[in-house]
């Protein structure tokens, strides 16, 4: 069983495009982390939310934490190639000390 | 600082063989983690420690064993490898419990 369900699987858009990629759960999560994957590489750590309805801009990157803290989405504005990658949430909760990966959201934008 | 190194990068193994894919971090984080990632499931933990001598399994610790004899250090074992091993395994290290991961390149391995 998946405990975080990322959707789409696959996205391909044009440059400048703006594109949002969900992150969703049945579970409670303490906090929930994005990550962005290139080939070949391990992830590297976009953001971290910790409180519900939480939102946080990198530059052309949002990203929110849903009120119920059960889910997230990152929408990226004007797409550039350089943000081609798998982009991963991973979602912690109170008890353990372990993240719980998503199932990935592969994106490529297209010059 | 090199961060998080693996080695090797690439291996096939026959079926029945076993090896370990070696893991060392540099920057004296107390928490090691092993990933497998197979295509379009994410990352799923097999083991993980919280410190020199205490590790503790994940969600698909079978066929895999551990160890952490050093804050530096965390082998992952494969005895008698199998085709559903087939995988890219990730080792990832962080200062404290729930916070930034540190990734390594991950070792690409084959069972055939």
């Known amino acids: 069983t998946q405990l975080l369900e990322q959707s789409p699987q696959f996205l391909s858009i044009q440059e400048g495009e703006n594109l949002t990629v969900y992150c969703n759960s049945s579970?409670?999560?303490?906090?929930l982390q994005w990550y962005r994957q290139e080939p070949g590489e391990g992830p590297v750590l976009l953001v971290t939310?910790?409180?519900?309805?939480e939102v946080k801009k990198l530059k052309r990157l949002t990203f929110q934490f849903g009120d119920a803290r059960k889910d997230s989405s990152l929408h990226i504005t004007a797409a550039q190639p350089g943000d081609t990658g798998l982009y991963l949430c991973?979602?912690?909760?109170?008890?353990?000390?372990?993240?719980?990966f998503g199932t990935g959201t592969s994106l490529t934008v297209i010059p | 600082n090199a961060g998080v190194t693996q080695t090797p990068k690439f291996r096939i193994l026959k079926i029945g063989q076993s090896m370990t894919l070696q893991c060392t971090q540099d920057?004296?984080?107390?928490?090691m983690y092993w990933y497998r990632q197979d295509p379009g499931m994410g990352l799923k933990l097999i083991y993980y420690?919280?410190?020199?001598?205490?590790?503790d399994k994940g969600e698909v610790p079978n066929g895999y064993n551990v160890s952490r004899s050093t804050t530096e250090d965390f082998p992952l074992r494969l005895e008698l490898a199998a085709p559903s091993q087939t995988s890219v395994y990730f080792c990832?290290?962080?200062?404290?419990?729930?916070?930034?991961?540190?990734f390594g390149p991950g070792t690409r391995l084959t069972v055939l």
């Open positions: 990832a290290s962080s200062p404290q419990a729930v916070s930034t991961q540190y």
């Open positions: 920057m004296n984080h107390n928490y």
């Open positions: 420690s919280v410190g020199a001598g205490i590790t």
């Open positions: 579970s409670v999560f303490s906090s």
């Open positions: 939310v910790v409180t519900g309805g």
């Open positions: 991973a979602g912690a909760q109170n008890t353990g000390n372990q993240f719980y």
